[in-house]
């Protein structure tokens, strides 16, 4: 790799941190978890991501905003399909969202030019305590200044079919949650996770937008491919994905905020998560060998 010229490895607190000063744009990634924390072209005032002011830079512990990266698989283990199941060794002890985002990955490719940079991180996962898989993650982050791409593939390297549920989890700034929506789920089916139905999470479907008014976690099923946007009081935000039919609305409401990590109690006023991912019937399947590319568009709207 050239000497970076925007691109310096610096400490958020305990972890170690790509820091990007391009002329148009500013960034910073930390190497834990190829985790995203901050964007922000520079002629706009405001990040694009939202992260928590609480948040916590510390060894094996995903920080609370940007952009953390669930995998190989998404929320609480036992909540996943069995062919995922059938991975994790022990179902009660396995942590909510994968290891990826508490885990080092490593910086493969840096390739900066005057009106983007583009990099690659990537995370390879032989069997361990908690997964029996042998799989690469790989993060590329294509910044720009008017927009944000993030692509997570996943390479079975191993001889033998894998199954991984994965999500892109976009922590989203809002002045306002009360006053913001989201636009193009309509008539889209959806589980609610706060919900039991038969055993099950409750089956809806979407009328009109996505508004906020208690604790939100959704996972919303999209017929093919199709842009999200979203409405905040000051801004609007597009997002399109590639590779993903299904997306997580999360919003932790009230009580929720009081026992989380890394969240000040009001902090669901000026957040919410819209998560590109790849969650029960849209798990992805890979033969030995194969890989597969998720990608999240974000921009202005
Ligand atoms: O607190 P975390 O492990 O980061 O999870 C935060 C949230 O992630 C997703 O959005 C899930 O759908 C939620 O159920 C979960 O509360």
Redesign the pocket.
């Known amino acids: 790799m050239p000497t970076p010229v925007f691109c310096q490895q610096v400490k958020r607190g305990q972890l170690d941190c790509l820091a990007i000063r391009h002329p148009l744009f500013q960034t910073d990634i930390l190497l834990q978890g190829a985790q995203l924390i901050y964007f922000r072209p520079t002629d706009d005032p405001q990040p694009w991501l939202w992260l928590s002011r609480q948040a916590e830079y510390i060894p094996g512990q995903?920080v609370?905003g940007g952009i953390?990266v669930c995998w190989p698989w998404f929320?609480q283990a036992d909540k996943n399909p069995a062919e995922v199941q059938q991975h994790i060794n022990d179902i009660s002890s396995a942590g909510?969202?994968g290891f990826a985002r508490q885990q080092i990955w490593q910086l493969k490719q840096l390739q900066e030019k005057c009106d983007q940079v583009r990099l690659t991180l990537e995370l390879e996962s032989q069997h361990s305590e908690q997964w029996r898989g042998h799989a690469r993650a790989s993060l590329c982050f294509t910044l720009r200044r008017e927009r944000l791409e993030v692509a997570l593939t996943s390479h079975n390297l191993s001889d033998k079919t894998l199954h991984i549920s994965q999500a892109l989890?976009s922590y989203i700034p809002t002045g306002d949650i009360r006053n913001s929506y989201i636009r193009g789920l309509e008539q889209c089916a959806y589980r609610d996770?706060l919900q039991l139905q038969d055993g099950d999470w409750r089956l809806c479907r979407q009328r009109g937008a996505v508004r906020f008014a208690a604790e939100t976690?959704r996972i919303y099923f999209l017929p093919q491919a199709r842009p999200v946007r979203l409405q905040t009081p000051a801004r609007q935000w597009l997002l399109s994905s590639h590779g993903s039919r299904s997306c997580?609305v999360?919003n932790?409401w009230i009580d929720?905020s009081r026992r989380?990590?890394q969240f000040a109690d009001d902090d669901y006023q000026r957040m919410l998560?819209i998560?590109t991912a790849n969650v029960m019937d849209d798990i992805i399947c890979l033969p030995a060998g194969r890989q597969h590319t998720t990608t999240l568009t974000l921009q202005r709207g």
């Open positions: 995903a609370r953390p929320g909510a969202h989890h996770a976690d997580v999360w932790p929720k989380l990590s998560c998560e």
